[in-house]
């Protein structure tokens, strides 16, 4: 089965540039979950959605941040525009909705902002 | 607001040894989900065991077993037979029980090293 798949692996760019990181969950999952990673904060939650629908955004840190889910199978984060504070390891991970049914992380996008 | 702590950030052990990573929480939930979770350096999140608060029985998965006290708010992971491909940072994650799914609060890891 495949797993969760997001894009691209690593991401370098310039600040002030537009970022947008995808992410397809597994198949039949309608739970969607963005984190973030950094040494000083650790494993954070952006935004989740069920069904396509955004549940909560109270982690997106600024309005520079945006996400969307347009269909059960693709989800993108994007930043506009990019600062180097924005640096980080970048998850997506989904997870069906019932019982204690463990999220599926992707392998993550490494952001870099020069 | 829940919150997850792993008062330990290093640990290492010896191959072939048994070790013990240290987690607590706060929630006043009174059912839950509990995870621990492997991250290698590949950067991968791998699910290493999950433990339901209503279930008293201590989940164990091969190697991996937990100590779980709900009155204390704790949830160790012990390893046992401690193999080097079990390097990682180990991250301890909670999330209460609704109807649905809900995000994850994880701690903020424990780097394990293994010991040839």
């Known amino acids: 089965d495949a797993g969760v798949i997001q894009s691209p692996r690593h991401e370098v760019t310039e600040m002030g540039q537009e970022v947008t990181l995808r992410c397809k969950p597994i198949?039949?999952?309608?739970?969607l979950f963005w984190y973030r990673q950094t040494m000083m904060r650790g494993l954070e939650l952006l935004i989740y959605?069920?069904?396509?629908?955004?549940?909560?955004d109270s982690g997106m840190p600024e309005d520079r941040f945006s996400a969307k889910m347009p269909n059960a199978s693709f989800s993108t984060l994007k930043i506009q525009p990019s600062e180097p504070r924005d640096s980080a390891v970048y998850f997506c991970?989904?997870?069906?909705?019932?019982?204690?049914?463990?999220?599926?992380f992707g392998d993550g996008t490494r952001l870099s902002i020069l | 607001a829940q919150t997850v702590t792993q008062s330990q950030p290093e640990m290492s052990v010896q191959e072939a040894e048994t070790v013990t990573l240290s987690c607590t929480y706060d929630?006043?939930?009174?059912?839950?989900?509990l995870f621990w979770y492997k991250q290698p350096p590949s950067r991968q999140m791998i699910l290493v065991i999950r433990?339901?608060?209503?279930?008293?029985q201590n989940a164990t998965e091969n190697r991996f077993s937990v100590n779980f006290q709900k009155a204390a708010k704790s949830f160790s992971l012990k390893i046992s037979d401690s193999q080097l491909g079990d390097a990682a940072m180990y991250f301890c994650?909670?999330?209460?029980?609704?109807?649905?799914?809900?995000?994850?609060?994880f701690g903020k890891g424990t780097r394990l090293s293994v010991i040839a």
């Open positions: 991970a989904s997870s069906p909705s019932a019982g204690p049914q463990p999220q599926h």
């Open positions: 959605f069920n069904n396509n629908v955004p549940i909560d």
């Open positions: 198949s039949g999952h309608d739970y």
């Open positions: 433990q339901e608060a209503y279930k008293q």
């Open positions: 994650a909670y999330r209460p029980l609704h109807s649905g799914n809900t995000p994850l609060v």
């Open positions: 929630t006043s939930e009174s059912d839950y989900y």
